[in-house]
C-alpha cells in the first residue's frame, strides 16, 4: 500500500513538472523575435512592369458614401486636402495649417486657424488626432516640436511638450501618445522607432526599434494610422518594411513589403537619399483598416506605385498613380479618387473640382460641380 502510494506521488510529482516546463515554453515562445519567413509577405517589385488587376473598389467596401463639401464663401473655401477624420456626425478636413468642420452630410460648420505666436498658438500642422470621448483635438506642431490639445469648439486646452523629435504620432483612449521617428541624426540621440508616452509627453515603453545602423531613409507621413477603436497600426521603414499593430498594450507584426531593390550596405549606412533610384526604395501614404491594407512604394520617382492589399485573402493589386482609372475593363471601371486617410474602418478619398471639370466622364457623374465647388469626398467603409 505504501509503495503503491509513493508511486501516486511520483507520478503527481512528474505531471506537475511536465506543467511547469510545457508553461515556461510557452512563455518563452512568446518572448520569442518574431519568425521573419512566417509572415505575411506583400510583393511590391519597382523595377519590373507587370500589368495587374485593379480593384473594384465599391465592390470590395460595405458601402461607399459620396459627401459633397458645401463652399459657403471664402471662410469655407478648401484649396487642398491633407487629412480627414471622420466620426460620429463630424468631419474635419485638414488643408495645410487650417482645419474645415463639416457634418456628415457635408455642410460648413466652422473653420479653425490657430496658427500664430502665443499662447494656444502653433506655427504649422504637421498631424491632427482626436480623442472623442474627452471632446478633443490635437495638433501636432513639428516646428515647435509640440502638441496642442484644443477643446472640438477650438477652445485651447493645454500644450504638450515632446523630448524626441517626432515624425507621426497617435493618441490613446486614456490620453497617452504613441511616436514615431524613422530619423537617424547626428549630434543628439533622439529616440526612434515606435514609443509610447504618458499624457504630458513622458517616456513609458519602446514597441518598436530600428537598426541603429540603419541611416538611409526619407520623411514621409504617415507612419501610424487608426485601425479600429481599439487598434493602431504602425508602418515600418527600409530596414525591416514591417506593419506593425498595437492593441492592449503589446505591439504585433502583421505583415511585411518585399520588393526588386535591395539596398546595399553602403547606402543604409548613409543619410544620403535620391543617390541612385535602381538601388533605393521608400514608402509613404500609408492607411490600414481592419481589412484593407494601403501604401505607396517608390524609388523616388523613377516609379511610384500604389499597393493596396485585401487581408481577408492577402490578395495584393499594384496600382500606378497616373492611371486614372481602377480597371482596364471599360463595362466596370470607375474613376479613381486620391486616398487621403483612413480612421476606425474607413478609408477616404477625394476628387477636387480640376480634377472632374478636366474629364468628361467624371463631368456626367458629377454635373453640379463648377470651378468654385469643394472637393468631394469618398468614405469607403467596411
Known amino acids: 500500500m505504501k509503495i503503491c502510494l509513493q508511486s501516486k506521488v511520483k507520478a503527481v510529482v512528474r505531471l506537475c513538472s511536465l506543467l511547469v516546463v510545457l508553461f515556461l515554453l510557452s512563455s518563452c515562445k512568446g518572448k520569442q523575435k518574431v519568425c521573419d519567413t512566417c509572415l505575411h509577405e506583400i510583393y511590391a517589385p519597382l523595377l519590373q512592369d507587370e500589368p495587374t488587376e485593379y480593384p473594384i473598389m465599391s465592390s470590395m467596401f460595405a458601402r461607399v458614401d459620396t459627401v459633397f463639401l458645401e463652399n459657403a464663401g471664402v471662410e469655407s473655401m478648401i484649396e487642398s486636402v491633407d487629412e480627414v477624420i471622420s466620426f460620429s456626425n463630424t468631419i474635419i478636413v485638414r488643408s495645410a495649417n487650417t482645419l474645415y468642420f463639416f457634418d456628415n452630410k457635408g455642410k460648413f460648420l466652422r473653420r479653425f486657424d490657430g496658427q500664430g505666436k502665443g499662447t494656444g498658438k502653433y506655427r504649422k500642422i504637421d498631424r491632427i488626432d482626436i480623442l472623442p470621448a474627452r471632446d478633443e483635438l490635437y495638433i501636432m506642431d513639428g516646428h515647435t516640436n509640440n ?16 523630448d524626441d523629435f517626432v ?26 522607432g515606435l514609443w509610447k508616452t504618458d499624457p504630458d509627453g513622458k517616456f513609458l515603453k519602446q514597441l518598436v526599434e530600428f ?85 505607396v512604394n517608390t524609388n523616388y520617382g523613377a516609379n511610384l506605385m500604389m499597393v493596396f492589399v485585401d487581408k481577408s ?23 479613381f479618387p486620391f486616398l487621403v486617410g483612413s480612421y476606425n474602418g474607413t478609408l477616404v478619398g477625394f476628387y477636387d473640382s480640376g480634377m472632374i471639370l478636366d474629364s468628361e466622364r467624371f463631368k456626367s457623374l458629377f454635373p453640379t460641380i463648377t470651378a468654385d465647388s469643394n472637393p468631394v469626398l469618398l468614405f469607403f467603409r467596411e
Not at 496600382?319 to 482609372?325: D, G, N, R
Request: proline share 7%.
Open 147 to 162: 502638441i496642442f490639445v484644443y477643446g472640438m469648439d477650438g477652445t485651447y486646452k493645454r500644450r504638450v511638450q515632446i
Open 167 to 192: 515624425s507621426d504620432f497617435a493618441v490613446l483612449p486614456d490620453g497617452c501618445f504613441l511616436f514615431a521617428n524613422p530619423i537617424k541624426y547626428t549630434g543628439r540621440p533622439y529616440r526612434r
Open 211 to 295: 537598426d541603429p545602423e540603419f541611416a538611409h531613409v526619407s520623411i514621409n507621413n504617415p507612419y501610424i494610422n487608426h485601425i479600429s477603436p481599439g487598434v493602431i497600426g504602425f508602418m515600418g521603414i527600409e530596414d525591416n518594411d514591417k506593419f506593425y499593430t498595437y492593441a492592449g498594450d503589446s505591439i504585433a507584426v502583421t505583415c511585411r513589403m518585399t520588393t526588386d531593390i535591395v539596398i546595399p550596405d553602403e547606402l543604409k549606412r548613409s543619410d544620403k537619399v535620391f543617390v541612385n533610384p535602381h538601388r533605393e526604395y521608400t514608402k509613404c501614404g500609408y492607411m490600414e483598416t481592419p481589412r484593407f491594407l494601403y501604401f
Open 313 to 335: 485573402t492577402w490578395t495584393t493589386y499594384r496600382m500606378y498613380v497616373y492611371t486614372s482609372e481602377f480597371n482596364h475593363d471599360k463595362e466596370t471601371r470607375e474613376p
